[in-house]
């Protein structure tokens, strides 16, 4: 038996409405922490038809589907200033000036231009080294203890006291090595750099000692 046109029109009614609903729910932006609908469904009842008997008309049924919440990423808080790499001030190279205080064997003892550099194995030790340019090259190598000094909040490292010993080399002196006591302080200046504040004290003869200055400024490195 074929339906009515009542029928008909119920069944077009339902489908239109249907797709206009979906249509304009699917196209809506969803963003972060907003709720969000479902698709509407449209569910029709049909009547059992038997031989005979009168046709029922079947109402379209929708069904809501309830609003959803959509967590949105949490963001990871960033401290200003903090270094995620905690390598601010391991490593460095960099320039600087020697200004001599006390002696005259060694170019310790007067003023000269100064590459200075930082290798750090270690949080608490590393090498610092200082090559000096004057009337003679002048090599200072130093096995250095640190003792860094952090924020209690953020960790952050903001001064590296150090002391050390090692070597004074001077190449032109055919490869001559008096014994070299070195302490400093480096400051990390974020994010790049770190500047270095360096008191040498060598010992060229038994009666002698060169004692001198080191300031520079070093570009940070990851070396280890």
């Not at 069944?11 to 809506?28: D, I, Y």
């Not at 007067?110 to 200082?130: Q, R």
């Not at 002391?163 to 190449?171: E, F, H, N």
């Amino acid at each position: 038996m074929q339906p009515n046109s009542a029928t008909l029109f119920s069944w077009l009614f339902g489908f239109t409405a249907s797709s206009l609903l979906c249509s304009g729910l699917s196209a809506q932006a969803q963003t972060p922490d907003s709720a969000y609908y479902g698709y509407i469904t449209v569910t029709p009842s049909d009547s059992a038809q038997s031989s005979g008997s009168a046709t029922n008309n079947t109402q379209p049924t929708l069904v809501l589907v309830q609003p959803q919440t959509v967590a949105a990423t949490p963001e990871v808080a960033q401290v200003p200033g903090v270094n995620p790499l905690k390598i601010l001030g391991r490593s460095y190279i960099g320039v600087g000036g020697n200004i001599g205080l006390d002696g005259e064997e060694t170019n310790l003892g007067e003023g000269s231009v100064v590459i200075v550099s930082k290798a750090g194995f270690a949080e608490n030790f590393s090498l610092h080294n200082a090559v000096m340019f004057g009337d003679e090259t002048t090599t200072s190598l130093t096995l250095s203890l640190n003792f860094p000094i952090k924020t209690p909040v953020t960790g952050q490292t903001i001064v590296i006291p150090f002391v050390g010993g090692g070597v004074l080399l001077q190449p032109d002196d055919d490869w001559e090595a008096d014994p070299l006591v070195s302490g400093g302080v480096d400051v990390p200046i974020p994010p790049r750099f770190t500047g270095t504040v360096r008191v040498n004290v060598a010992f060229p003869e038994d009666d002698e000692t060169d004692l001198g200055l080191v300031l520079g400024v070093g570009y940070n490195l990851k070396l280890f």
